[in-house]
C-alpha cells in the first residue's frame, strides 16, 4: 500500500504529464497545476521541492510509459535482428499512441528544455543515450550469434535509426499526417535488410 503522500504524489505527477507535455516547462504556469488537480500550491509544493522537480518527475511518467510499452512490444521475438524490425513496427503506429500522452515526450521536453537550458535537458537526454545505447546492444549481439554484418559500427547505426524515428515523428506531427512515420519505417526496414542484416 502507498502512503498518502505518496498517493498524493502519484496523482500529481499522473494529472500534470499531459500537461507539461503539450504546454511545455516554462507555458506550464502553477494555476495550470492547481486547476487540474484541484489542489492548492501548498499542497503540490508539500509533494515537490519546486517545479522543476514536478516537471522531471512528470517527464519521468511519460517516457516510462513509452519505453515499457516499446519494450513489451520487442518480447514478441528473441532475435536481436527481430527486435530492431519491432521498434519500428511500433513506431509506425507511435502518433496515435503519444497523442494520449500529449504528443511526444521526447520531442516535445527536448525541444521545450533546449531553449530553457534547465535540468530536464539533461533528462532528456540521458532517455535518448539510454535508447540508443539499447540498440547499439542488439545490434552488437546480433554480430555475436550472426545475425547481423561484422561490419556494422553499432553506435553509428544506433544513433542513425534513432534520429531517423525523432524526425519522422517531428514530420508526422507538425504535418498531421501519418504517413510521414509509415515511410520512414518502411525505408528502414528496408536499410536494415540490406545493410544490416547478415544473408550469408
Given at each position: ?39 492548492t500550491?501548498?499542497?503540490i ?10 516537471a522531471?518527475?512528470?517527464f519521468?511518467?511519460?517516457?516510462n ?15 536481436p ?47 535518448i ?17 550472426g ?28 504535418m ?15 536499410y536494415?535488410?540490406?545493410e ?5
Open positions: 500500500m502507498l502512503s498518502k503522500s505518496k498517493l498524493t504524489s502519484k496523482y500529481i505527477i499522473e494529472t500534470v504529464a499531459p500537461i507539461f507535455n503539450k504546454k511545455g516547462y516554462a507555458a506550464t504556469s502553477m494555476s495550470d497545476i492547481t486547476n487540474a488537480t484541484n489542489l500550491k501548498g499542497a509544493y508539500g509533494n515537490f521541492e519546486n517545479k522543476e522537480a514536478l522531471i518527475a512528470a519521468h511518467k511519460n517516457v510509459d513509452l519505453l515499457k510499452k516499446v519494450a513489451l512490444h520487442q518480447e514478441q521475438s528473441k532475435s535482428l527481430q527486435k530492431l524490425f519491432l521498434i519500428t513496427d511500433f513506431y509506425r503506429n507511435y502518433y496515435d499512441f503519444s497523442r494520449k500522452l500529449g504528443g511526444c515526450p521526447i520531442l516535445n521536453i527536448g525541444v521545450d528544455a533546449n531553449n530553457q537550458d534547465t535540468a530536464l535537458l539533461t533528462e532528456v537526454r540521458n532517455v543515450n539510454k535508447t540508443q545505447h539499447h540498440i547499439a546492444k542488439l545490434v552488437d549481439w546480433g554480430k555475436e550469434i545475425e547481423i554484418k561484422q561490419s556494422i559500427d553499432s553506435q553509428k547505426f544506433a544513433k542513425q535509426l534513432y534520429s531517423r524515428i525523432q524526425g519522422a515523428i517531428f514530420m508526422t506531427y507538425t498531421d499526417n501519418t504517413s510521414y512515420l509509415q515511410q520512414t519505417m518502411e525505408e528502414l526496414n528496408a536494415i535488410k540490406s544490416i542484416e547478415n544473408n550469408h
